[in-house]
Structure formats: C-alpha cells, structure tokens
C-alpha cells in the first residue's frame, strides 16, 4: 500500500485558517485520499475524503492537486477543539497509517 | 445506532495470559478491521475481514487470531500475551473498501506485565 508524507507538526492561530499539507506521489488511479483526524484518547475521526475534484464538507475542505500526487486539507477557522493528529491515508486496498501531522492550535 | 463499541476498556494481563477483545458494529457493513497504535505511532492493521466467515492477515498479524461468525462482531483474540503487545486497539468498520469512511470504535488500551 503506498504511503503518504506530512509535516510532523503545525501551529495555528484560533480563527484563522489551517492548511495542512500530503504528498502522496505513488498514488494509483483509483486510490481515494482520506483524511482522519486523533483527539487525545479517542479513536481516529473521519474528516474528508475524495477522488478526483476538490470536495467541501462541514469539517473540512480537500484540495487535490491536479496530477493527485498531493493534496491539502483545509480547516477554515481553527478552534481549540480541532488540536488533533491529522492522518493524510492514501486508500488503495488498506489504510496505511503514517505518523500524522500533529496541529496546535493557539488562542 | 451506537456506531462501533469494543470492551472492554482497559485491561492488565501477565505474559502468557489470553484474552478476547470484543468489537461490535450495528451499522451492517460488511467490512471490518482491526489496528493497533503504539504510543506516539500512527495505527497498524492487523487483521481485516470482508464479510462474515472471511477473514485476512494485515501488516503486522503475528500473535493474534480473528474470527467473524456474524457480520456485527469481530472478536480479536491474543494468545500467550507478549509485553510486546502492549497497546491501543482499534476497531474500525466502513460499508464499501476505499470509497467510503472508516468508523472507528474508542479502543481497548491493554498492558502486558
């Protein structure tokens, strides 16, 4: 299964927006990009994912590069609440978990 | 809809103790997972199963066993616990492979003296 590559950790400011950067250069044609999100002591959390085109939902924003080979996930206004590790999941046949970018976020 | 429950919580074992991690889906999918996350560590499969009485081996299967008899549970069983397997695990199930979100159960955090 191919692997992704993040940033390790980011800061952010409360309110302002966050983009967090994934290279995924081995993607294949139909892989899906997932994006999970890890509060302290609680199981992972389904933010967004998609294929092809940008998807919105109410979490989340997902830019996809044109090529596929990297994608970012947009928080539009940070709050305390999202300081999370943020997994970016190159989805072919299983998830492969990478280390995460862990995000602070301060008010 | 609960959603995903795994017991129990938390639990102690000694080495070469057994035990049966319970996981529960009422969602009907038919995909159903298994992962462990190490402290500071993104979470490994462990073992997957994609329908009632089919199961698979994932990244790192050694140690444990899985059966899946129904399509709501997928029991995790450890046999001769190692301190190795000291650990979170996570169960996870989805509806479609790849094309649809991973629902994650809180965990079981286990220790092995």
Redesign the interface.
């Known amino acids: 299964d191919a692997k992704t590559t993040q940033p390790n950790s980011m800061e952010s400011n409360e309110e302002e927006p966050v983009h967090l950067p994934c290279n995924h250069s081995t993607i294949s044609g ?3 990009i ?1 994006w ?1 999100r890890q509060l302290p002591s ?5 933010v967004i ?1 998609g294929l092809t085109s940008n998807v919105n939902n109410r979490m989340a924003s997902l830019a996809i590069a044109e090529d596929r080979k990297s994608s970012t996930l947009i928080l539009h206004r940070a709050t305390l609440r999202d300081a999370a590790v943020y ?1 970016c999941i190159n ?10 970018t862990r995000l602070s976020v301060l008010p | 809809n609960a959603g995903v429950t795994q017991t129990p919580k938390f639990r102690i074992l000694k080495i070469g103790q057994s035990m049966t991690l319970q996981c529960t889906q009422d969602m009907n999918h038919n995909y159903m997972y298994w992962y462990r996350q190490d402290p500071g560590m993104g979470l490994k499969l462990i073992y997957y199963s994609v329908g009632a009485g089919i199961t698979d081996k994932g990244e790192v299967p050694n140690g444990y066993n899985v059966s899946r008899s129904t399509t709501e549970d997928f029991p995790l069983r450890l046999e001769l616990a190692a301190p190795s397997q000291t650990s979170v695990y996570f169960c996870a199930s989805t509806e479609q492979r790849v094309r649809d979100e991973q629902f994650f159960g809180p965990g079981t955090r286990l220790t092995v003296l």
Do not use: I, L, S
């Open positions: 139909t892989d899906y997932h999970y609680q199981g992972p959390e389904y994912h997994y989805y072919g046949q299983n998830f492969v978990f990478g280390p995460g």
